[in-house]
């Protein structure tokens, strides 16, 4: 059954068909045409499909497309609006991805967390990050960028030239 | 030391903003339009069987339904190294999940219905799922066609048997060596299947237009291997080389598992069944698990001589691949094993055996360190125990029969020059080898443990890389090559090579992912080569671009061509100070003379490499002869671990990596890929764990039961040391390092379990389940309990 569903994408209202059974991640990705939310597994175990909801992380691939009626999804693409957030730059300036398929709910949840927590230590940071499957980096670039980002980090990895 | 200005730098990746900001696609990323076909496959429900029928028409009726294809429509053999695959199977069935039929529908749901209701009739045959099975006398023959396969001259299929191939490897006299030694060591060790679980999947898009054109889009680590068996695969349909276009977006995460051929192959044929429309495949997670590639099993039995002082006299090492069900790539993983299996060791008497055994479990293949790791567990387990036995300090003992430049390897070639010796000093160094730590926690052990490694490229000896570089007007540069970046930073040091030779920085460069019709000829991203040999490819194209621009600017402005150089973009010249002419002036406009016309022309270089000097060629009873390994990149690990004496749970407070990268391009880059590689292999010895029930089905299809580490699993130090011998002929003197970083995991873990406790755990993974067990076993469970209460 169809059914019409309104709702804030990346700050942009958007209006869409969806079938009653439809998932968030593949509506966002095949209908709406944002990809940056990873299809890694499809049951909720990889985090690559992390989107916001409300400002809360969640894993598209576990959210009805008609559960997101009248509430905000952000994406990459909507963090991303007026350029790269600090966070951004920090992950790169400390090479906290290698092939770069976990990077965007990587971000996501990183991003979560300072907007939580904005002095997490290094156990918090490890913990909102457990959700996320990165198979490259072995997470240490990842958790010492957001060390640096909240001024906890050793200064490593900045002014690559 | 040469004064470089972008080599040995930590230049920021060049793919860095494309992957933090979102923009890099990968293969499911790309959009086709809404003719874009889906197919689902009929999977075998099991291990071993002969179909009898095949029954479509209840879904060939479904609204939706295009097609249904099954072997009968593609009945040709293809493969790697040996043709002894099937794009669907043909009258039999070898592993649970194997593609039998694949239906092509208007969309995904309809194409996984459907699947489910095509009828397949098995006749069962006994599964055979282990080695063991496998070797039998009289065992059931999985491939009975097996002396009709055709496949590389290095390889040696044993006809009417489950052995697909055998390395063997003498030197000297073993029996001799053995009876005459002081000590000989004797052990079986055994290693599991893995899975690489790169967080993307395997998909491929295939469309075969009208005119004959067949593009396949592949999440890949191969475009032109791809293209290649795509090629010779579909060959009888009339398809050319140059027909066929293998277009590669961004790859998330390989560890070899998207080397080679796998379910591409169903993009590349299923298009052909529905000429002028896109047909996408996209594996599922669990799929991803059975049915790419895995890393092979090993059962490896290993005898080890030596001298009271020391010396290691012999060595003999058996080893048994649990291959599975179809070898066309895995069979080089035993053999590149099987020629290396002394591990980086000065060795006199060498006797090797490494088997490429069927089985009905799914296919094995490349994964991060080729087999190197397999072996490595036994190999750096059994010196670990042979130095206790006689008495020395396991460092020493390595130090003693570490292998030096100049050595004889196993096969006669010599071993290339390396950093073995210091990197052996620096590890210890680092880990405080010697210094005895005890923990104040009277329920912990605290152990430490140590471990060489070394690998080599395996490749066949003609295997190449080629780069096309084309100068802009300003300038700046495209790079055209077709390694693939997997993450690894290939396209940041592509780009910083040919900044180092042409003095345009990287910034100012792009190196974008292959596309077969237009990015020249590579081999495959494997084997942590493209480093080496498409590095050798790019510094080559760039030495080009700069003779064409001296020569240009010798024959256009009458200037001395020896005293010309680059330097800041611009050509200079020794011998005229005020002479600076930028690049961006005539790389592309050429140089204007005072009669209106122009000399030159636009820039374009080309290189190429090939490393000419291997061979594969030897003896099949000894591999005496032939030059298969183009050089070792070798290293010492070293561990700290802190083990709960109750629960078994193991803790890393340290670990050390230190290798001989020749020369580090981009530190920070190793740097990751220490990182990186070490967590993966902690993982595979710690908990990961491939399991399979008595009918050969895999129990543990995705990443709740099959746990890879998150975040909350780091060693609380990674230490990485790089030692720079340099490589003659590697640019700028590197040498891969991608793969070694998780080689020596797993035996500096069981090495420090030993350590601890006085266990020696020989059945990978170490969990703390078995450690716990090995502890009750040996009555060393009840002891530490009750230390453990005095101690309340
Ligand atoms: S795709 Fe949603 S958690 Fe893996
Ligand atoms: S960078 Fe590859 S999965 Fe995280």
Redesign the pocket.
Known sequence: MKKKITFLLNSETRSIEVESGDILLDVLRDKLGIKTPKIGCDMGDCGSCTVMLDGKTVKSCLVLALEVEGQEVTTLEGLMKDGMTPLQQTFHDFNS???????PG?VLSATELINKNPKPNRKEIQEALSGN?????GYIPIIEAVEDLIGKGKGEGKEKG | MTNYKYIGKSAARVDGIAKISGAARFVDDLDFGPNLLFAAIVESSVAHAIIEKIDASEAEKMVGVVKVVTGKDFPYRFGLYMHDRYILAQDRVRFVGEQVAAVIARDPKTAKKAAKLVDVKYKELSPILNIEEALKEKSVLIHPELKDYTHVPWFFPKANTNVAHLRKVRKGDTNKAFQEADFVFEDTYTVPRYAHC??EVHGAIGLFDHSGRLTVWTASQSPHTQRHLFAEALAPLGLSHKDVRVITPYV??GFGGKAGVSMEILGAALATAVKGNPVKILWSRAQEFYNTYQRQGLTAKIKLSCKKDGTITAIQNNLFWDAGAYVEYGANVVNAAGLSATGPYRIPNIEINSYCIYTNLPPGGPYRGFGYSEFLFGLESQINEAAKKIKMDPVEFRKKNAIRSGDKLSYGASMNQSGLAEAIEKAAEAIEWGKDEKSNDPQKAIGKGFSLFWKAPAMPPNASSTAFLKFNEDASLNILVSGMEI?QGYQTVMAQIAAEVLTVPPEKIRIENPDTDRNPYEWQTVASHVTWGCGNAVKRAAEDAREQIFDLIERALDKDRDSLFLKDEMVMSKKEPGFKLPLKNFVIAGIGKDDGTFRGGPIVGRGMFMPEFASALSDPETSQGGKPNVHYTVGASAIKIEIDKETGKIKIPKVVLAVDVGKALNPDLIKGQVTGGLLQGIATVLYEDMRFDEKGKLLNPNFADYKIPTAMDIPDEIVSILVEVPQPDGPFGARGVGEHTMIPAAPIIANAVEDALGIRIKSMPITAEKIVLELKKQGLFEQTKEEYIDNK
């Not at chain 1, 991805?97 to 990077?103: D, L, M, R, V």
């Not at chain 1, 499957?133 to 980096?137: M, V």
């Open positions: 991805f290698q092939c770069g398929f976990c990077t990587m499957l990165c198979r490259c980096t | 790169a967080i998330g995460g993450g």
